[in-house]
């Protein structure tokens, strides 16, 4: 078998794999002692914008380079995170922590077993053919997309040999049981329209689908096949390569908001913080209000560098390009940021991976009148816990201010 149409088939069945993994936690192991339904439980009085508790979460970075014997050539580069509810929380959330724990160990076991798998079809393509070989890539990022009191979202973002795919899933925080659309929506009939208007007023009726490839992709896939995350502001839905759209367009990603769309959400769940950090895809669409003029805006933030390698973090908002020259860095994190009094920030964090670990380079910027600003850049990392383990940022005031 070709070794590039193996690969990519090892994509897909990852892919599949860890959608039906994820599919599966907390519906094979319900605990006996919570009986509520996440989409029937009433809202408490705990369950104010007030009293909304902010969760910590902790991310691991997990990487591994294997070098053809005492050679210079790398053959596979794995590399992948992983998040975990802080052991601060575990005791208030013990459902949560052992679900967490629980997909952790699953996706774990899923990028190792890729990356052995990996190392043995790179060492034989090696060796059958050096001069055109090249290095076996996989990488899986996972991301905090909310995560409070209510409900905990993470996206996954996984790239192996050219495919990029995103997937999400999507937790009640009381009982740890993962959320269906059904538990979200009040009508899930309503969600393709609702989706269909939304992507083709965004995207443009020029764009290389068709008006009814939206409609008819959620008509063929299964609800727990579709990709989506619950946001602060609403759920965004991303459409993989081939979804909607032909393999060489990307990712398609839209967001059905809460203050557009109130009555197609379960309250519960629109019952959000007036302050909150997102992770953000890096090179993928982020849509919220920035201006404050009730309509959403496109950001977009990736890190490039140029034919004289200097870098740079890029900053887009509605097609409004802001370059900001910065230090070299291995990768970026970058993160939304919203503060109580409304205003909107990008923090970014810079990592190098050095023998001694991670070297981290915080730059914050303002949001305002559609344009990015740079405020500060400091030498200020993630608070370490442990080899390789970092708390992930989760006070929008604390972060924004420093340096």
Known sequence: MNMDKLKRILCVLLSFCIIIGFA??????????VTDNPSTTQTSNENTKDEIKVLSLNKEYISHYEWYEDTSTMLVRSEYSDVTLD???EKQYPLL???LSETSAMRKRAMEDEKDNYISFATEEFKKDSESFSTYVSTLDVQVRRADSIAVSILEDYYADGCRDFNG???DTKSGKELGLADVFTDVSKISATVEKEIMSRIGE???FSNTAVVEYFKNIPDDSITW???YNGVTFYFNPGDIAPTNFGVQVVTVFFAEYPDLFNKKYTIVPDEYIVSLPVSAPFYTDITGDKKAEELIVSGDYDDDTKFYHTIII?????????EWFSYIEPYYVKTKDSKSYVCVFSVNNEEEGKEFTLSV???KNGKAKLLSVSNTGMKCKGENAFVLPTNPAELVSVG
């Open 318 to 326: 509605n097609s409004e390009i802001s370059e900001f020259e910065t």
């Open 206 to 208: 020029d764009e290389p």
């Open 24 to 33: 599966s936690c907390g519906k094979d192991n319900p605990d006996e002692n």
């Open 169 to 171: 899933v999507n937790y």
């Open 87 to 89: 052991k601060s929380m």
């Open 229 to 231: 995350t619950l946001d």
């Open 97 to 99: 922590a052992k679900t």
């Open 365 to 367: 910027y303002e949001l």
